[in-house]
């Protein structure tokens, strides 16, 4: 009886012990699964967090470059008052929250603008946008012929309009009509200048655009001339 007793109690004992090695074993591999899946998900996230943080430093890095200003989105200001001013017959100038309110009689709209996302009313036939920023800096002779071949088919005929705006009518939009005046019916910058200021008091282009319109005047409209003029003036200075 005390053999037998010894030998169950011998394999009760290595019975326990596999257990207990099988559970610390099991328990291990679990750790080390776990330990794993956390490294990984750690690396993933830090991994993220990085990229992430390198397209913020480009992102910022690009706009500092730029030594430019971005012009934020304008929201409509939707006061179902159109304050448009016609500075001849069929050629308009305000803002952009004049957009949404324009009369239906005005079937052509010329934005004068960058980063401003501009819906028209159904009924304009025509919509043209070119890109310029309102800074001294900024070379506006390059989106003119655009602009004004935009201006031309709004004006086509005796009884078609056309509304050209920036932001708030002040400096892009009104620099775009003074050329137009200048180029198509041979008005000086001053005099035209005059004309868009009787009708639009608040008109004031920035200094780099009156440059370049002194300069348009100064080529007799040549658009190609006056750029080369601005171009070769900029070099005799440095």
Request: hydrophobic content about 35%; charged content about 25%; aromatic content about 6%.
């Amino acid at each position: 009886n005390i053999i037998f007793s010894i030998v169950i109690y011998n394999v009760i004992y290595m019975r326990d012990t596999i257990q207990k090695k099988d559970l610390r074993k099991t328990k291990g591999l679990r750790k080390t699964k776990g330990l794993r899946k956390t490294k990984a998900l750690r690396k993933t996230k830090g991994l993220r967090k990085t990229k992430a943080l390198r397209k913020t430093k480009a992102l910022r890095k690009v706009n500092s470059s730029s030594n430019k200003i971005l012009t934020p989105l304008v929201c409509y200001n939707i006061d179902n008052v159109f304050q448009g001013d016609e500075i001849v017959k069929g050629l308009w100038l305000g803002r952009i929250a004049d957009v949404l309110n324009i009369p239906p009689s005005i079937k052509h709209v010329l934005t004068v603008a960058s980063y401003l996302k501009v819906k028209v009313p159904y009924f304009v036939k025509h919509h043209t946008q070119v890109n310029i920023d309102d800074q001294d800096c900024d070379d506006i002779l390059k989106i003119l012929p655009k602009a004004l071949k935009a201006i031309d088919r709004g004006m086509s005929s005796p009884s078609s309009s056309i509304f050209v705006h920036c932001s708030s009518g002040l400096s892009r939009s009104p620099t775009t009509i003074i050329a137009w005046l200048m180029t198509r019916r041979n008005m000086s910058m001053n005099g035209a200048l005059e004309l868009v200021r009787s009708v639009r008091p608040k008109v004031n282009p920035n200094v780099g655009f009156l440059v370049q319109l002194r300069a348009l005047e100064y080529s007799k409209g040549n658009i190609k001339e006056a750029s080369l003029n601005i171009r070769n003036s900029k070099r005799s200075l440095t």
